[in-house]
């Protein structure tokens, strides 16, 4: 059983068009995360959510919108797709970092690897 | 604000070589929490340790082993008896407690080239 899971893991799109990609984790975490890779392969948060309510936005432009309609889930919509675009997203879980002081490490998903063309 | 640096771009051993990884940090928090993940060919990031600013045991996992040292900001790491299979780029990360959200900051990673 995968424990997060992304679709799709391929994305291939003209600019302008809008795509989401979904996850979903079944550890049964509270927040889930979005991050970014780009060609050099530098990781970067996108945002966080703990059940269903937004922790981190990093100074993502607005056509990236974060649902999370369980907190088992947390899709990506991305809207107007642009060339910068291209990057492999990454969704990730953790149990709550804000219970406990252990801190806890995020577990990630295979990852999409989006395209524009 | 968080940084985290790993020196070395892409690293070259032959098979059996033991190879150690860099990591240098900064953060003003006093609770931080530090991670190695490794991400082979196939893409996946995969969770290998983590270590709490309190804990300063360093720890030996097979042929993995860590060294954490608080007083020059470092938390290395290091694969002994490298094998092919140890190709990867290897991220590490840092998390600070003070903001209870578990951001992640990465390391730009080394890339881990094993020659058989």
């Known amino acids: 059983d995968t424990a997060v899971s992304q679709t799709p893991k391929y994305l291939v799109t003209q600019m302008g068009n809008d795509k989401s990609i979904k996850c979903e984790q079944n550890?049964?975490?509270?927040?889930m995360y979005w991050y970014k890779q780009d060609s050099k392969k530098f990781l970067k948060i996108m945002f966080s959510?703990?059940?269903?309510?937004?922790?981190i936005n990093e100074t993502v432009p607005n056509r990236f919108s974060p649902k999370s309609p369980d907190k088992a889930h947390l899709n990506l919509h991305i809207n107007s797709l642009e060339l910068g675009d291209s990057a492999v997203y990454f969704c990730?879980?953790?149990?709550?970092?804000?219970?406990?002081?252990?801190?806890?490490?995020?577990?990630f998903g295979q990852g999409t690897r989006l395209t524009v063309v | 604000a968080q940084k985290v640096t790993q020196a070395q771009t892409e690293i070259s051993v032959v098979e059996k070589e033991d190879v150690t990884l860099d990591c240098v940090y900064e953060?003003?928090?006093?609770?931080?929490?530090l991670f190695w993940y490794k991400q082979p060919p196939s893409g996946e990031l995969v969770f290998l340790i983590r270590?709490?600013?309190?804990?300063?045991q360093n720890e030996i996992s097979g042929r993995y082993s860590w060294n954490f040292q608080k007083s020059t900001s470092s938390f290395n790491f290091t694969i002994t008896a490298s094998q092919v299979v140890d190709s990867a780029v290897y991220f590490c990360?840092?998390?600070?407690?003070?903001?209870?959200?578990?951001?992640?900051?990465f390391g730009k990673g080394n890339q881990v080239v094993v020659i058989p």
């Open positions: 953060t003003r928090d006093t609770t931080y929490y």
């Open positions: 990730a879980s953790s149990q709550d970092p804000r219970v406990g002081s252990q801190g806890y490490e995020a577990f």
């Open positions: 959510y703990n059940n269903k309510e937004l922790i």
């Open positions: 270590r709490n600013s309190f804990d300063e």
């Open positions: 990360a840092l998390s600070e407690a003070y903001y209870g959200n578990n951001r992640l900051a």
């Open positions: 550890l049964g975490h509270d927040t």
